[in-house]
């Protein structure tokens, strides 16, 4: 019965978060024969808690630090000193990360366990006898889509993976083609779209619906220059007419804000509940009391952690945004510390602090209540915007698109007229990105997608390889499955 108090113990706290009920409600007297270890595949309670704790390892990582500082410290946007995890940031910063890097080993075995969750419940699935057809087929493209997200993630850090579709297949297993790779993504996501719910009928807010599954196929054709399938794809998302922008850039990540229409594919969070987003602990600067701006206009700290651990924004990167682009006003860069002492962080290099997700009042240490999303709209509009360009060079649609961003962070229209080349707006693009998502994890990989993460990090005095573009895989595997082939230059 071990392993089923631990799949219950990770229920609750998965179940907490997306709302679909307390620990209480998921063990009362009628649902305890149900998660008894012979009935727990075979019951809709059982099912969902194994599809729970598939959410519960994917939301971890992205509702975690983790994500960030992988995607973003391996950038020009931020860095970080002090602490207990200095020790990896100084890897991800330096670029001297190797097979032994215990971050990578941490985060595979949680993406592998995700996607061994969802084939448990696609194995299993058949016998399960108080459910409608209707809601074994949701549950079946749900169970498919974790899978493919999980996938998805380990393809952004390490390339393509062996693809494991049961728990039947063999351990040893090699790594598919990136042609078998490619297939199996897309073939998935397109095979579960129209059997997911439709946006708001999903049972509970924070479960994947069909333009959730859209959304992630659009970034993947993105993410792999097939730009007119993921112009098409951004588009579809656009017609159903159901995602928007939200008014406000900076109103954007408050709280009160939270569950609005921008949001497409997002892990939510409780204060206080670990899978949590903690991004506050590490962005105060020591001593921090009162803000000053930066969103923080006024707040008292008396209950959040402030740990060793300082992540600090470059100032190339706070001095690229625009005079009046509200987006920047989420950047602390002055306080009130706990001697009574006014401190500007602009008098120190390096130093200002990222407060896209604000801190939470009901917070009692390092676990804020933000939600944390993984694609929005205006990661859609700017998909389309980049694919089109890409097709066609510059043309008014994408400079149409790219000005709704704008608008919305309270700066002027650019004009295609300003473009001369498809390069020209190629960079404009990638700058507006970097404006509009820091803090959401998605540097890296546009500047991959764009040939200048290497050219990037090499004019920050960094010796790279052709090899940096993916991470090793830990050796832990590679002593684990025979077959698994190591990235080249490891």
Known sequence: MKSIKNIIVIACSIFGILAIGSCEDILEEENKSQLAAENLLTSKIGIETVIAGSYSKINHVLGSRDVVKREEMTSDIMWQTGGGENGTAVSLIGFFWDSNNWLEAFDWGRYWNAIRDANTVLDNIDGLADVSEQEKVELI?????????????????????PIRTSLTDPAQKARATDDEFSTFMETELLSIITDLPNPGEEPNYGRVHSDGARALLCKWYLNNKDWKKSADMAQEIIDRNYFELFPSAFELFSLENERNNEFI??????????????????????????????????????????????????????????IGDTRRNRILTRYINSNSEEINLLDTPDNTRGMKFEPDPDTQGSSHGNDFPSIRYADILLSKSESLNELNGPNQESVDLVNLIRNRAELADVLLGDFPDKESFRVHI???????????????????????????ASSRGINVEEKHKLFPIPQVEIDANQLMVQNPGY
Do not use: C
């Open 141 to 161: 493209a749900e169970a498919r889509f974790l899978r493919i997200w999980a996938y998805y993630i380990l393809w952004n850090q390490y390339g393509a993976m």
């Open 265 to 322: 594919l997002v892990h939510t969070g409780l204060a206080n509940e670990s899978n949590s987003v903690t991004f506050v602990a590490t962005a105060l600067p020591p001593g921090f009391s009162i803000g000053l701006d930066g969103g923080l206009n006024g707040v008292v700290n008396e209950t959040w952690s402030n740990f060793a651990s300082q992540y600090r924004f470059y100032d190339e990167f706070y001095n690229s945004f625009e």
């Open 430 to 456: 990638l700058d507006e990105r970097r404006w509009e998502f820091w803090y959401e994890g998605k540097r890296r990989r546009d500047l991959l997608r764009m040939d200048k993460y290497l050219e990037s």
